[in-house]
Nanobody, 124 residues
Framework: QVQLVESGGGFVQAGGSLRLSCSAS????????MAWFRQAPGKEREFAAS????????YYQDSVKGRFTISRDNTKNMVYLQMNGLKPEDTAVYYC?????????????????WGQGAQVTVSS
């Protein structure tokens, strides 16, 4: 089992940057593919980015490709989401998620463990 805790959210102006962090408990962290999802008010939760167990493979939603970078540090049980060039439409609660198996999975129902979420607000 994995417990996930996000941090690093906040308020930023359009064009700015933020880095989200996700801390995972447990000695099996390195066996999980990790992902970031986001949910804007009144909208469904959507996939943003994912990374495989070693960190050598990543996958992005088209709207964040080239602006967001997902990474992980298995020695620290951490996953990160570096967000650059932020836009008002990136405003959402961002969730860290974990699953066993393939990392190129974008459906939230296929992820087994979730953090509590971190608010990101981008002003225009």
């Amino acid at each position: 089992q994995v417990q996930l805790v996000e941090s690093g959210g906040g308020f930023v102006q359009a064009g700015g940057s933020l880095r989200l962090s996700c801390s995972a408990s447990g000695r099996t962290f390195r066996t999980y593919a990790m992902a970031w999802f986001r949910q804007a008010p009144g909208k469904e939760r959507e996939f943003a980015a994912s990374i495989n167990t070693s960190g050598g493979g990543t996958y992005y939603q088209d709207s964040v490709k080239g602006r967001f970078t997902i990474s992980r540090d298995n020695t620290k049980n951490m996953v990160y989401l570096q967000m650059n060039g932020l836009k008002p439409e990136d405003t959402a609660v961002y969730y860290c998620a974990a699953r066993r198996g393939s990392y190129s999975v974008t459906a939230s129902r296929d992820y087994d463990y979730w953090g509590q979420g971190a608010q990101v607000t981008v002003s225009s």
